[in-house]
């Protein structure tokens, strides 16, 4: 609220001195005139904005699933696996956004921050769009501009945790006590495990970036490739099947090919004795063999 003063006209006040009832003409009257100036006072009140209360900021499992979905849905895109909720990183978050410093914590784990978005959603979409300004083949590597993307796709994190505070409106000029700037509205603070960004690797600075931070995956290509592996199934199901009609008919054996140069007969359903073929008399000795054991087997099952 501003107050400030505003001069009103002057107000002459005439204030009279007299004799009542003058006995003579000679008797005067006496007139006084004072100036008194008065001053009014006009307050003006202003409205403070409102923060919306979105239900993904004031409900911590509304707050969970949002961040979860969002994030999980950009990690999919990047052959990136889901992440699963820690709820010490959710305290850790939770501790530093409630000082509403628009600054990292530098603390021991990744961090992603925003603020001014109504809801936990669109915090995190803004994050994932980081990516269209990522060049994957060179790579970018890390930059503030896709620092908060590279984080939230990166392949090796595996556990997120989050808080979201109402840090009011104030103006944008002002700072803290200490000189940091103040996060407006909601401010929304992620910590993550392992953390992302890692910056070295030898010669190659972002040699960890080419590993945790891949291209989205073409669905087109994923059509394909899907369809690919349905041709490759009818296919081998269909190999299954015309050597399952061969082997009724008595052409091939299944594991044959493991058996070349051998010869096999079936003493039972799917039972298969197999020996060398040899040569010469050996040969004529084996089929001789194999001749009265067929006769043993056939006998055996007349018997039973």
Known sequence: MRTY???SPT?????FSSLFAPTSANETAIVTITAVRTATA????TATPKIPQDPSYTSASLLKSSVLSTTNDYRAQHNASALTWNDTLADYAGRWAEGCIWEHSHGPYGENLAYGYGNATSAVQAWGDEGEMYNFDKPTGFTKATGHFTQLVWRSTKEVGCAAVDCGLTDLDDEDKEGEQRAQGWYLV??????????????????????NVLPAVDEDEDEDENHDDDDNTDNNEESENEDEYENKNGNEVKGEGEHAGQLGIEVKPGIWLWRDTGTGLEL?????????VGIVVYISRSIS
Do not use: M, Q
């Open 5 to 7: 003063w505003r001069s």
């Open 11 to 15: 107000v002459y006040t005439l204030i």
């Open 42 to 45: 006009t307050a003006t009140a």
């Open 190 to 211: 992620c910590e993550y495990i392992p953390g992302g960004n890692v910056v070295g690797g030898g010669d190659d600075e972002n040699k960890y970036f080419r590993l």
């Open 284 to 292: 004529i000795g084996w089929r001789i063999g194999l001749w009265w």
